[in-house]
C-alpha cells in the first residue's frame, strides 16, 4: 500500500531556505498527484502547492507564490518542496498528500493518502 514520509522540516531564520522531502514507498508515485500541505497551531490545514504526475503544478496561496516551488524525481520516488524567502508565518507542520484522481484540489477532505508530518519553525 501506498505510504508516504515527509523529512526536511527544521529551525530556520527568517530569509533561509529548507527543501523538504515527500518519499513514497509501496507504489511509485508517478500514478499520483501529490500536494504539500501546512498547517499551524489553532489554523486550519490548507494546501500549498500540488503536482501532477504530468509535471505540471499549482500553487494555492499567494503568500507562497514566487518562494515555494514543488518539483518530483521519478528516478528516487520523491516529490519535494523547495522554500526559499521563509518568513515566521510559515511556520508549521509540513504534509504531503497523494491522490489517485490527481485533480490536485486545494481542499484536504479530497485527498486520501497522508504522510505524518514534518515541523518547519522560522524564527530568529
Known amino acids: 500500500q501506498l505510504q508516504l514520509v515527509e523529512s526536511g522540516g527544521g529551525a530556520v531564520q527568517p530569509g533561509g531556505s529548507l527543501r523538504l522531502s515527500c518519499a513514497a514507498s509501496g507504489v511509485t508515485l508517478d500514478y499520483y498527484a501529490i500536494g504539500w500541505f501546512r498547517q499551524a497551531p489553532g489554523k486550519e490545514r490548507e494546501g500549498v502547492s500540488c503536482?501532477?504526475?504530468?509535471?505540471?503544478?499549482?500553487t494555492y496561496p499567494d503568500s507562497v507564490k514566487g518562494r515555494f516551488t514543488i518539483s518530483r524525481d521519478n528516478a528516487k520516488n520523491t516529490v519535494y518542496l523547495q522554500m526559499n524567502s521563509l518568513k515566521p508565518e510559515d511556520t508549521a507542520v509540513y504534509y504531503c498528500?497523494?491522490?489517485?484522481?490527481?485533480?490536485?484540489?486545494?481542499?484536504?477532505?479530497?485527498?486520501?493518502?497522508w504522510g505524518q508530518g514534518t515541523q518547519v519553525t522560522v524564527s530568529s
Open positions: 503536482i501532477r504526475r504530468t509535471g505540471d503544478s499549482t
Open positions: 498528500a497523494a491522490d489517485r484522481l490527481g485533480l490536485c484540489s486545494s481542499s484536504s477532505r479530497s485527498w486520501h493518502y
